[in-house]
């Protein structure tokens, strides 16, 4: 029998060899040779035991390979009487680990099986070289991956059930390009289209055409900015030359749709005719023995297969393609699907572990939401911010001279100022609106503008951020100083109004040390300035309202689930909010905080001596009152946002997945004190930079009862955690009503625990308290 079977193998790898020629030519054979012992099949082993055997089934399928408890078990070959074979690795009658499946048509598949499903890193070759290679659930390319098609185009980046779906590019093979959101295979959200001649939109796309505020560049720097939409009638937007073009601008930004797009089409990529998984085989261990097998296993492997089952029962009634959707067949797998791990269905609140012997605190983690309240129509600083948008339109629109970061003296005169009045009418500079009447003006242009350019800020994009189609939102209560705060919609920037005596007597008085500061810092926490203007109101009210514009620290792409404001003072630094009514919007203060945050070395490092730096600057300029900002992104959360717990060693992959519903994927599992050796995160991301997304763990600290301790004690729980922070509200300075603030409350309570002291000693308690809540991870 033996030498029959294995001329029946030869046979048919011969056969294989054939068909897969055209599609690929290989130096060595896709299937080694494996020695195969006979073995009687009357012959009777002891549960467990495994050996080897060679099958041929009624049906033409053959297996050769380890077997034990009547199925396979170990490394084993099998062939389909169709021309499919699989090489690897199998566990009780699945295929599971590393392993080969291949098709009659010349594509292979080699990688990771679980359960019969490709699952996990992999690579796919198809019959036409359309390659995919990354990582697969439930037979799908789902996670990080890239793809060569068969035409010559390329993607690279994140996918889910099948299609580009979150961060990806998209090289076309006629050299354009496309970086950005992509959604259920399609470009959609924030992107860039470049193209080959140079050309290129940048701003929202929707369904694969851009939708929503965008702009065109051309290569000799002219741009068009507007709202775009392929019903021409809801197109709307203005063209700004470059500095040297001249003459009329005649240009339909409807050729983008119609000639520009049409060579950028989506490879749907090559079908796969059937899935690994779909091959069974009927195993004598699927018979009276599977049951003695199956009654020994957990609930959770079994709501696993028939998880796994929908998947199967809903590809064989749809097309087998790698690019197509089947929301029903996965959205019921995993709840964290992108991960492949399984969710605990606990409830959100996370309680800390007794063995400590601390109380346990509770964590209730609940769905962040954009702040504000869009102004529409009607709001009553509606007309403000028409003519906010109005006026910014018009100063970094209008045409300007290149200049050096070489600024002189004059630059910064607080007399550097420009008026410009809006009638409702229009003029010669300005635009017909429908607001009242109104003249504005620009603080030390030159300056603010290249600010702007030190800070890498683009003036299309900065324009139509605040003054595109989508009105500003306004944050639900004034500041402690009585200003208001606008967000745009794209939370990119934050405009506050200011007090005179902020505008002229700190901002401006300091902006020389400021622009020679961040200039010097590249990566300077300080709070970013991009603007000061102000509006003035004709009329019998006069009213003059200034204005800053600011950088939003929270605008990233995690979910922000906390965030504190420390200052390193402890009166009156305290919410008083039980944990139930805490959202993901609240600002919690100094004795709230109670975690340590411990970083990668050499971030820690960078922090350590930048927070330094800035400390210094301000402290010279005799600036109080400021605070560290931290918005802290938990990583252990699941889909539905519940924080999860597992006092588990982790080896799972801590990369960060994106997807367009939530840009870390999975539910990574908070770390045990067994981890401190082995971080789980990378030391570097790509989107990182100081402030901004810093992979970290936060150490739960507890205060013992009775004690007001600014930093609690340690408890050895951690969580991973992703961090953004910055230095805001640096426009305080050490005046008279300051210095009268300090000598009262020294009276009544510790004048080393009030936020009004001298610029010298807030700076030290400052930093003593910022470097005893961040430290370094060992």
Known sequence: MSRALNGIVNAWEGKLKKSQAPAKKRANSLFTAMSVAHVDDDEIHPPGEVYHVEKVFSNGDVYMGQWADNCPNGHGKCLWADGCMYVGNWCRGKTKGKGKFSWPCGATYEGQFKNGYMDGEGTYTGSSEDTYRGTW?????????????????????HWRRGQPHGNGKYLWNNGNQYIGHW??????????????????????????LPRGNGTFRWVDGSFYVGVWSKDPKEQSGTYYPCNSQSGSF???????????????????????TVFPSQKTVNWPCEGEDSQKHSSGRSHKTNDSRRRRASVDGSLSNAEHSLGSESDSSLDGSSECLDSGREVDERSGVQELDMSSGYPR????????????????????????????????????????????????????????KTWTRFPPQGSKHTPPHQSCEFRWKDYCPLVFRTLRKLFKVDPADYMLSLCGNDALRELSSPGKSGSFFYLTNDDKYMIKTMKKSEAKQVLIRMLSAYYNHVRACENTLVTKFFGLHCVKLTGAAQKKVRFVIMG?????????????????????????KPESEIEATTTLKDLDLNYIFRMPKSWFQEFCSQVDRDCDFLEHERIMDYSL???????????????????????ADRSPIGNGDQTIDGAAPRLSTT???????????????????????????????????????????????????????????????????????????NPSAISAVDPRQYSKRFRDFIFRIFTEDA
């Open 137 to 157: 659930v439930s037979n799908m390319m789902h996670g990080k991956g890239e793809r060569n098609y068969a035409n010559g185009d390329h993607y690279e980046g």
């Open 183 to 208: 959604r259920h295979g399609k470009m959609n959200g924030n992107g860039t289209m470049t193209w080959a001649n140079g050309h290129r939109y940048e701003g929202s796309w929707e369904d694969g």
């Open 250 to 272: 005649d240009w339909d930004p409807q050729e983008v749709y119609l000639v520009k797009l049409s060579d950028c089409t989506i490879n749907p990529g090559e079908n796969i």
């Open 361 to 416: 605190p509770h964590i209730v983690l609940k769905p962040t939401k954009k702040q504000g309240l869009t102004i529409s129509k009607g709001h009553k600083n509606y007309e403000l911010m028409l003519n906010l948008q109005l006026g910014i339109r018009h100063s970094v629109g209008k045409p300007a001279p290149a200049t050096s970061l070489d600024l002189k003296a004059t630059a910064f005169d607080p007399r550097d």
């Open 552 to 576: 939003n620290l929270f605008c990233t792409q995690y979910a922000i689930h906390r965030r504190f404001d420390l200052k390193g003072s402890s009166h009156g630094r305290l919410t008083d």
């Open 629 to 651: 900002l931290v918005g802290v992104h938990f990583r252990d959360m699941s889909r539905s946002g519940k924080l999860l717990h597992a006092d588990v060693n982790v080896s």
């Open 675 to 749: 981890d401190l050796d082995t971080p789980s995160y990378p030391i570097r991301w790509p989107s990182a930079r100081l402030g901004s997304n810093i992979p970290a763990r936060a150490e739960v600290t507890v205060r013992n009862n009775g004690e007001a301790q600014l930093v609690g004690e340690p408890t050895g729980e951690y969580y991973d955690v992703v961090l953004v922070f910055g230095i805001i509200d640096i426009l305080q300075d050490y005046d008279i009503s300051k210095k009268l603030e300090h000598a009262y409350k020294s009276f009544q309570y």
